[in-house]
């Protein structure tokens, strides 16, 4: 049974440029949450998707933008990269909105920003 | 301040030791509360959640809760050198209800 696949594994971009990460939650879960990860620090919540719309949001800038597929599967879009972005990315699972019982995470994707 | 924090350590232990961690937390309206093992350049793997106050057991791990308190911690008994990882306390609950708060983490080192 796979669990939560994160695509890709690593990347380095421009500071300016624009960039799409993506995620494929494990099987039999219906919301995505994403998260940054700086070094050193716990996740910090971006958003939640569930039912195609983002259903919470962090304090997150509207730079960072996301969508959910039918599929349940789901895009982080993040514009306008700032060094402060480079971090490691979390997608996360969750069999209900609420995550009361904990999420799945899946490996992540690490952002440089030079 | 900080709505969840956690002791960074590091934290070296021999193996076979009792390790304790701990998370103190400021938001009364937090009632679920997880910890989370996160090995080095992966993505952090669920150990345990509970609800509300009390103990829950699962083979080597215990976890507590004290709501009076806003104190959690997470036991391993007879620790192993593959326990050595970052362990990461998270909580939700009433109007943060879909977003896990997370402290910063712990690591551990269990030495063989």
């Known amino acids: 049974d796979a669990g939560v696949t994160q695509s890709p594994t690593h990347l380095i971009k421009t500071r300016g440029q624009q960039v799409t990460l993506r995620c494929s939650p494990k099987?039999?879960?219906?919301?995505v949450s994403w998260y940054q990860q700086a070094l050193g620090q716990g996740p910090q919540f971006i958003f939640q998707y569930y039912e195609e719309e983002e259903r919470q949001r962090g304090n997150f800038p509207d730079r960072f933008s996301g969508h959910q597929f039918p599929n349940y599967s789901s895009e982080l879009n993040v514009n306008a990269l700032l060094l402060g972005d480079s971090a490691l990315y979390l997608c996360?699972?969750?069999?209900?909105?609420?995550?009361?019982?904990?999420?799945?995470f899946g490996s992540g994707t690490r952002l440089t920003v030079v | 301040q900080k709505e969840v924090e956690q002791d960074p350590g590091p934290l070296s232990v021999p193996e076979g030791a009792i390790v304790s961690l701990n998370c103190t937390y400021s938001n009364s309206a937090f009632q679920y509360f997880m910890w989370y093992r996160q090995y080095s350049r992966k993505g952090p793997e669920l150990l345990m959640y509970?609800?509300?106050?009390g103990n829950k057991e699962d083979g080597r791990f215990t976890a507590q809760v004290d709501k009076s308190s806003k104190y959690i911690s997470l036991f391993i008994r007879d620790s192993q050198p593959s326990d050595s990882a970052t362990y990461l306390c998270?909580?939700?609950?009433?109007?943060?209800?879909?977003?896990?708060?997370f402290g910063d983490g712990t690591t551990l080192t269990v030495k063989p």
């Open positions: 509970t609800y509300s106050s």
């Open positions: 996360a699972s969750s069999a209900t909105m609420t995550g009361n019982n904990g999420y799945t």
């Open positions: 998270a909580m939700t609950g009433g109007t943060n209800a879909g977003k896990s708060t």
């Open positions: 099987s039999g879960h219906d919301t």
